[in-house]
């Protein structure tokens, strides 16, 4: 049952009360880091369906990863709504082509690829290149491919297009960028002929295809419009030309979208976003209700000051953005330490590491992050060495696990049982007790802690999470310290933060100075309490601002 008014409006702040209940489109909402954009957007969904404005099975929620679609569906439950899909944009568009696909194209739905990497090795091969298939290259590779996929560009104009759009691409050879573009154009073409071969499909093709299916099939069209009329897009900043042309043959000529971003935050202008549908809202919808979110609530204000420094030295506060002001007490001030190596700089973040730890912070609440993945290796490798447990975030897919799996097995076994009266989390504990403190365990009981105390009534309330969570692989907290790039990090937070290699040619890393220190501005605001920035040899030009 869905809570009152009151419960949905309790504990607002003026700025969130606004957005909460202007709820007919357009809206368009500027909301900085940290702000409670989530709960501002999943309040004003449910006040909408209290009000009768929409039902819930008419609402489409957007968002651009499977966690935050599934915070997005969890926190719409806590509500008392269970019927909102919260999804990405490809899997909604996943979603309608497995659905009118036998109407539309007809036969068997094609195999859906999960990741490029084995495909393209075999393309490189078949193309009869020499590119070492190593991680690297296979990951900057299928950049590419997005890249010019979300911007529906092909094989044969990939070259031309991305030397306009000064792509730099970094393969393990001596050849020079244009030499190295024509050859990922090559690789291009050979994994679209593997595809059509093997009769396989990758995400950029579901968005494509569901486009193509929506434009050319008015009944098709008439049927989607029909299913979702109220529509909230979160992170709009990161939505590319394709997705925008999805969301437009969605929407249709109607209004009811409510859009929530922030320039500052665009972080994937290399992948094909763009912040201009953001910055124009008001002229595709001249009638839009404009909103701002800047009181911070995850930061202290030493660390909102260094992030609000890092906006003005970029120029990015304009009308489209504002510096933050925090609603926390003041904490300790960010700390810069230089040092002359890259292992003497990792030995003294392990060590600071440790200290937190042994001064009783919980190591879920410390991150450590880097620029890239090849970074967090080595710092994995020495905080092994010092016996500190820590998690990659990464694309591994926790629920396929088979010691998950068998755990969660014993979950639905346990959930037909009657657990309405009495504490459900202590039957769970019991129930999971004989796979000892593996870090799933931790995990899964930290989480089911968190809904009983946001009113899950049994443990069929937590079987639903964590099997929503499987479906969008979108796992628990784990114990440990959490590794991660700045690219990965976006939408979390934690209590201590390291920053590491804000180094000269670390970061920025690229051509694109704007975008790097969007990234940088992203990292420092994860931090809610402590953070230490490390660099080693040359100090990054970011820090300037810190002397």
Same mark, same amino acid.
């Given at each position: ?42 309040? @004003? ?177 008439? @049927? ?29 000529n109607r209004e009811e979208i409510c859009v929530v971003g922030d320039a500052a935050q665009t972080i994937y202008s290399f992948a094909g976003a763009s912040s201009n549908f953001l910055l124009n809202f008001k002229n595709r919808f001249p009638n839009a209700q404009s909103f701002r979110l800047s009181r911070g609530y995850r930061s202290t204000p030493e660390i909102i000051n260094t992030a609000n420094q890092i906006l003005r030295t970029a120029n990015l506060v304009s009308d489209h953005g504002s510096e933050l002001q925090s609603a926390n007490t ?70 396929? @696990? ?66 929503? @969570? ?78």
């Open positions: 049952m869905a809570v009152d008014n009151a419960q949905i409006l309790a504990d607002l702040d003026p700025d969130q009360l606004a957005v909460v209940t202007a709820i007919r489109g357009p809206v368009c909402v500027i909301a900085g880091a940290g702000t409670g954009k989530t709960r501002v957007i999943t309040n @004003r969904i449910a006040y909408a369906i209290n009000a009768g404005v929409t039902d819930p099975t008419k609402v489409l929620a957007l968002t651009f990863t499977a966690r935050a679609a599934g915070e997005m569906r969890a926190r719409l439950r806590v509500l008392g709504i269970a019927n909102v899909a919260a999804r990405t944009f490809h899997s909604a568009a996943l979603k309608q082509l497995l659905y009118f696909w036998p109407y539309a194209f007809g036969g068997q739905f094609p195999k859906l690829l999960t990741t490029k990497s084995g495909f393209i090795g075999q393309a490189i091969t078949r193309a009869e290149l020499a590119i070492p298939a190593q991680v690297n290259s296979l990951r900057e590779i299928a950049g590419e491919i997005e890249w010019a996929k979300v911007l529906e560009i092909s094989p044969d104009n990939y070259q031309e297009q991305a030397i306009a759009n000064s792509r730099s691409v970094r393969l393990p050879n001596n050849k020079s960028q244009n030499e190295n573009l024509a050859m990922i154009s090559q690789v291009y073409e050979a994994y679209e002929s593997l595809k059509r071969q093997e009769r396989c499909l990758d995400f950029e093709d579901a968005l494509l295809l569901t486009v193509g299916m929506l434009e050319e099939d008015r009944a098709v069209r008439e @049927r989607v419009r029909d299913q979702y009329r109220y529509f909230t897009v979160d992170e709009y900043q990161d939505v590319s030309p394709l997705q925008q042309r999805l969301l437009n043959l969605w929407l249709g003041h904490g300790d001030k960010p700390l810069v330490n230089g040092f002359n190596s890259t292992a003497d700089e990792i030995s003294y973040v392990v060590s600071q590491v440790s200290k937190q730890i042994s001064s009783g912070s919980d190591s879920s609440e410390i991150a450590i992050l880097a620029r890239t993945n090849a970074q967090l290796d080595q710092v994995k490798s020495a905080l092994n060495n010092a016996k500190i447990l820590s998690q990659i975030r990464s694309g591994e897919r926790f629920f396929e @696990r088979v010691d998950v799996r068998d755990a969660m097995r014993v979950i639905r076994s346990a959930s037909v049982l009657p657990s309405d009266i009495g504490d459900w989390y202590a039957d769970l504990v019991s129930v999971l007790r004989p796979f000892g403190d593996a870090d799933y365990v931790v995990g899964f009981l930290r989480l089911a802690k968190s809904i009983q105390e946001n009113g899950g009534a049994n443990m069929r309330a937590f079987l639903r999470e964590i099997e929503d @969570r499987a479906e969008q692989n979108n796992p628990p907290t784990l114990p440990g310290v959490t590794l991660a790039t700045l690219h990965g990090a976006k939408g979390l937070e934690w209590d201590h933060l390291f920053l590491i290699g804000v180094s000269d040619g670390v970061l920025p890393m690229g051509n694109d100075l704007n975008e790097e220190r969007r990234l940088f501005y992203v990292g420092v605001t994860r931090a809610k309490q402590k953070i230490q920035i490390t660099y080693s040899g040359k100090a990054s030009v970011f820090l300037d601002q810190f002397n």
